[in-house]
């Protein structure tokens, strides 16, 4: 018998018990497409992960100050970093990129009879814009002349073009800070909110020098941090190791000692962050991988029951001249149909619930920008662990009918 006339009279067979075949379904329809849905939710995870690091910046690795620790407790910070130890990272360090220091502060924006607190205050150096991957939307960035004299300019973000000037263009216009009037030479590209809630577009960024000697009134040429960018991803390492090296030079830090700064890579961070997203997923795909098999558990249920209500016609197949293994075939292939009908259905179920559940996201979290992910290789797997559950749950039941004696079958009643 070929397999196409075999196809046919499982297919026959299953649409005599319509109801029946479709509670069958039922179980395989909620395990697939509960499998599809947590693998696609947790790789949208590690896409929003993934999105919110890069918007961070091209390859970053940020240098702080040291805590200082007494007894156990963390005391406050040793001022250590300097703005020449940025400039040595980013001239002498063959795997950097750029460098700029950063010097933060805090303190409301005014315009006219408006005003807005920055979430972000920041003193920064020239390349600042290099090393955070950021474009300008308008204007220019301030110049080493501007942070060599301290001039007192700025470039806002989206959030304070909105809230300060609404429709008025902001470039030349003055706002105040601290009642120090800073011009407007720049407005930063739109980049929105990240994984936290936090504005990224709530900023003000002058030069570092403004910053200490207008807003903190301060001669010293420390800085809270500095933040480099690696010249490539696969040179994040060599970069770390090149800033550590100089740094340790620089500060006449000798073998042994503990060093009066920490260097972070955040791709570590993005790689620890995509591995704890990667388990989740999988323990949740595994949890949802359940139902699969009480569905495949439903099918041979089924499909044993099939086999008693069938053996006359078993037994008269046999009878006619049809072999044990014609019976097999019969019997697993409509067990595979069933399994795949549910997970056709599953799929499409998985990948709609899993674009559901991420627009809802979005939604109800105005800090959440969720990318919709549908797992094409985790909706083929799903396809074929349905079927390898229809083989897997209906080789029994199939191969049960294909022993039965002819004789005590044709005369079961």
Same mark, same amino acid.
């Given at each position: 018998m070929s397999f196409w006339d075999t196809f046919t009279i499982a297919?026959?067979?299953? %649409?005599?018990? +319509?109801?029946?075949?479709?509670?069958? #379904?039922?179980g395989v329809v909620i395990g697939i497409a509960a499998?599809?849905?947590?693998?696609?939710?947790?790789? &949208?995870? &590690?896409?929003?992960?993934?999105?919110?690091?890069?918007?961070? $910046?091209?390859?970053?690795?940020? #240098? @702080?100050?040291?805590?200082?620790?007494?007894?156990?407790?963390?005391? /406050?910070?040793? *001022?250590?970093?300097?703005?020449d130890d940025s400039d040595a990272i980013g001239t002498e360090c063959r795997s950097v990129l750029a460098s700029s220091p950063i010097? =933060?502060?805090?303190?409301?924006?005014? @315009?006219?009879?408006?005003?807005?607190?920055?979430?972000? !205050?920041?003193?920064?150096?020239?390349?600042?814009?290099?090393?955070?991957?950021?474009?300008?939307?308008?204007?220019?960035? @301030?110049?080493? /002349?501007?942070?060599? /004299? $301290?001039?007192? *300019?700025? #470039?806002?973000?989206?959030?304070?073009?909105? +809230? %300060? @000037?609404?429709t008025t263009n902001p470039i030349g216009k003055l706002l105040r800070v601290r009642n120090i009037p800073f011009r407007v030479v720049g407005i930063l590209e739109k980049k929105g909110v990240n994984m936290v809630g936090d504005d990224q577009d709530n900023i003000l960024l002058m030069p570092y020098t403004t910053v200490r000697r207008s807003l903190q009134g301060s001669r010293f040429n420390d800085v809270g941090a500095i933040m480099v960018s690696a010249v490539a991803p696969d040179r994040m390492d060599s970069a770390t190791s090149e800033i550590e090296q100089i740094l340790f030079e620089r500060h006449g830090i000798p073998p042994g000692v503990k060093p009066d700064f920490r260097v972070q890579n955040t791709t570590e961070i993005a790689d620890t962050l995509g591995v704890i997203t990667g388990t989740l997923t999988m323990m949740l795909a595994a949890i949802a =991988?359940? /139902? %699969? !098999?009480?569905? $495949?558990?439903?099918?041979m249920n089924i499909m044993l029951v099939s086999v008693t209500e069938r053996t006359r016609e078993i037994g008269i197949r046999m009878a006619i001249g049809a072999r044990g293994r014609d019976i097999l075939w019969q019997f697993l292939v409509e067990s595979v149909v069933l399994s795949c009908i549910g997970g056709a259905i599953g799929v499409t179920l998985g990948v709609s619930a899993s674009a559901g559940v991420t627009m809802l996201i979005n939604s109800f979290s105005s800090g959440s920008d969720w990318p919709i992910v549908v797992s094409l290789p985790a909706a083929a797997v799903a396809m074929g662990f349905a079927a390898a559950v229809g083989i897997f749950f209906g080789f029994y039941p199939a191969r049960r009918a294909s022993k039965l004696d002819p004789i005590d079958a044709l005369r079961y009643e």
């Open positions: 297919i026959r067979a299953l %649409l005599k018990n +319509k109801m029946r075949a479709s509670l069958t #379904v039922l499998v599809t849905t947590m693998v696609s939710i947790g790789q &949208s995870a &590690s896409a929003l992960v993934q999105g919110q690091f890069e918007a961070l $910046g091209t390859n970053v690795i940020v #240098v @702080f100050p040291e805590y200082q620790r007494r007894g156990g407790v963390r005391q /406050s910070m040793t *001022v250590t970093l300097t703005a010097v =933060g502060a805090s303190g409301q924006a005014i @315009f006219g009879s408006s005003n807005w607190s920055p979430r972000e !205050l920041q003193g920064v150096g020239e390349d600042y814009l290099i090393v955070r991957n950021w474009d300008l939307e308008a204007g220019g960035f @301030f110049t080493d /002349s501007d942070i060599r /004299s $301290g001039a007192k *300019v700025c #470039v806002i973000g989206n959030t304070l073009v909105r +809230k %300060l @000037f609404q =991988g359940i /139902s %699969l !098999l009480v569905g $495949g558990v439903g099918i």
